[in-house]
């Protein structure tokens, strides 16, 4: 089955840092990914649709220049949190699906983001 | 606006019990795809079955299968002889042809030895 890799798991960074998650989509092309948001005991929140080769399309409410995502390729998006404050510390997965219309998502394992 | 939404926050039942989960959309339109998806402790999103809006057969996968009531938009997730790995919490998924997934707050399912 398709299958997403997602790394790292877990990170935990002093307040201020970068911090850069990849998500790859192992045998398929993925012309579009997806990053969610997770709060304990919440549903996933989506921040960004990421398109291959374009700009990313953000949700509202979510800041472009805090959150960056990359789709340089049809097997990879990277999401970038920039100067992370404890704030921004929660559960980030991604999804990717083929081109095909109703094909399902599939997810990354997710990434622990913890602040200090 | 296209919605999603689950009734029931939590919800426990006994091993080998059947137990049902509800689950409410509304979208105007006609093309769309319906999913249920696990997220066990561990966090993975683990897709349990899908339903394709314009089938009138209801979608099964082994001990789990819904009840697709597109009149009423209604799709229920019923799991059959129910065991302990299926504690997880469980979210219904709606798809368009905007490509973006809506879910509901999801339910949670614990299931009691």
């Known amino acids: 089955g398709a299958v997403v890799s997602q790394h790292p798991s877990w990170v935990i960074c002093k307040s201020g840092t970068s911090v850069k998650i990849e998500c790859r989509s192992l045998?398929?092309?993925?012309?579009?990914m997806f990053w969610y948001r997770q709060f304990p005991k919440q549903s996933l929140m989506l921040m960004a649709t990421s398109n291959e080769g374009s700009k990313a399309t953000y949700e509202q409410g979510v800041e472009k220049d805090k959150f960056l995502i990359n789709h340089a390729s049809l097997t990879l998006s990277t999401l970038t949190v920039t100067s992370a404050h404890p704030e921004d510390s929660s559960f980030y997965i991604c999804?990717?699906?083929?081109?095909?219309?109703?094909?399902?998502?599939?997810f990354g394992d997710g990434t622990r983001l913890s602040i200090l | 606006a296209q919605t999603v939404t689950q009734s029931q926050p939590e919800m426990s039942v006994q091993e080998a019990e059947t137990v049902t989960l509800s689950c409410t959309y509304d979208?105007?339109?006609?093309?769309?795809?319906l999913f249920w998806y696990k997220q066990p402790p561990s966090r993975q999103m683990i897709l349990v079955i899908r339903?394709?809006?314009?089938?009138?057969q209801n979608a099964t996968e082994n001990r789990f299968s819904v009840n697709f009531q597109k009149a009423a938009k209604s799709f229920s997730l019923k799991i059959s002889d129910s065991q302990l790995g299926d504690t997880a919490m469980y979210f219904c998924?709606?798809?368009?042809?905007?490509?973006?997934?809506?879910f509901g707050k999801g339910t949670r399912l614990h299931i009691l030895p």
């Open positions: 045998d398929f092309q993925a012309t579009t």
């Open positions: 979208t105007s339109e006609s093309n769309y795809y």
């Open positions: 998924a709606l798809t368009t042809r905007d490509d973006k997934i809506i």
């Open positions: 339903q394709e809006a314009y089938k009138q």
């Open positions: 999804s990717a699906r083929n081109r095909v219309f109703g094909q399902p998502q599939h």
